[in-house]
């Protein structure tokens, strides 16, 4: 069974930075890109980052370039994100998404979801 | 940015009812368009992708169709439990985007 958790999540001041982490079980993690999708409280969902089987592919909304690092460690089955600089309108359940198709599929299908680590950024 | 714009953003449907969801996109996406259901307080869930294909699992009265600009998602007989916010989501150029979502009830 496909399991994704994500941790991390809380309270922080802006312009601090947080981290979050993603551990994967279930399926081969080294060949699926994975994704950060959020959801700001009561709104739609808007994807954040992804990252390709191998490391080698990167994308961030334009929302979150230049302060968001995404990264991901094969051996450990887990995935991360590096939150700095962090925003009122980051504050938002983040989810941890896996990609359907397999390594060298760089379209974005997400076909299994975590419960989601929520993130609050307020003074 | 390929802006998702999804119609109604709520309807109100009986039990049994043939319930239909509109999603346009502000340019040409091929078939490279996904359908999530998100219930209350849970993640959201593939039930659609590549336009028309039922994920695995997933009911046969939910359905998708169209290609290009404008795709239809249906379910032929709403029950109770798909009571839930439905996404279109198009994977065909970066930023991958999200339609508003459209709430579905119970009359």
């Known amino acids: 069974e496909v399991q994704l958790v994500e941790s991390g999540g809380g309270l922080v001041q802006p312009g601090r930075s947080l981290g979050l982490s993603c551990a994967a079980s279930?399926?081969?993690?080294?060949?699926?890109?994975l994704h950060w999708v959020r959801q700001r409280p009561g709104k739609g969902l808007e994807w954040v980052s992804g990252?390709?089987?191998?490391?080698?592919?990167?994308d961030y909304a334009d929302s979150v370039k230049g302060r968001f690092t995404i990264s991901r460690d094969n051996a450990k089955n887990s995935l991360f994100l590096q939150m700095n600089g962090l925003r009122a309108e980051d504050t938002a359940l983040y989810y941890c998404?896996?990609?359907?198709?397999?390594?060298?599929?760089?379209?974005?299908?997400?076909?299994?979801w975590g419960q989601g680590t929520l993130v609050t950024v307020s003074s | 940015d390929i802006q998702m714009t999804q119609s109604p953003s709520s309807l109100s449907a009986s039990v049994g009812d043939r319930v239909t969801i509109t999603c346009q996109a502000s340019?040409?996406?091929?078939?490279?368009l996904n359908w999530y259901q998100q219930k209350p307080g849970k993640a959201p869930k593939l039930l659609i992708y590549?336009?028309?294909n039922l994920e695995t699992g997933v009911p046969s009265r939910f359905s998708g169709s169209g290609s290009g600009t404008d795709f239809i998602f249906t379910i032929s007989s709403l029950q109770p439990e798909d009571i839930a916010t439905y996404y279109c989501?198009?994977?065909?150029?970066?930023?991958?985007?999200f339609g508003q979502g459209t709430k579905v009830e119970i009359k």
């Open positions: 998404t896996k990609n359907k198709r397999g390594a060298g599929g760089a379209r974005a299908t997400f076909d299994y």
């Open positions: 279930g399926f081969t993690f080294d060949n699926y890109a």
């Open positions: 990252i390709s089987w191998n490391s080698n592919n990167i």
């Open positions: 340019q040409d996406i091929t078939n490279y």
């Open positions: 590549d336009a028309s």
């Open positions: 989501q198009q994977y065909d150029n970066l930023p991958w985007t």
